[in-house]
């Protein structure tokens, strides 16, 4: 299969077709990961944070969607804060995404895969009381 198909959702045809685009489903993995206590952010491109400046938010961002003829494989690509336990947040992310693009499109995912692209340290946490005395 090839990025740009849509994916046919329904056998029962009666009706017409029920067809989601690899967009929708990069923006539900988006959303879905981001809900994710311990991720701060997922990593995007140049173009995708230009777009952001300008005040767009671009749901799809740091997901990688691709079709096969075994189903969908999904790469999630995440920023998460320092100090959580990077096994149990990328299994969360994995569990979150498969549980909400199953209720929300019937869907069933081959296979979620989280890679970690940093950890971000609170700045806060690095501002020791600088103030004079």
Known sequence: ???????????????????????VIEVIAGIAANEVKGVVQMRGN???????????????KGIKVEL????????????LEYGVSIPTVAQQIQD?????????????IEEVNVHIVAVQIDAKEDEVGTGEA
């Open 1 to 23: 299969m090839q990025d740009n198909n849509l994916l046919n959702v329904s056998e029962d045809t009666s009706l017409g077709n029920v067809q989601i685009a690899p967009e």
């Open 46 to 60: 140049f173009a995708s944070n230009v777009t952001e400046r300008f005040g767009k938010k671009n749901h799809g």
């Open 68 to 79: 096969t003829d075994n189903g969908i494989k999904i790469d999630t690509y995440s920023v």
């Open 96 to 108: 979150n995404i498969r549980q909400t693009l199953k209720n929300m499109t019937a869907l069933e």
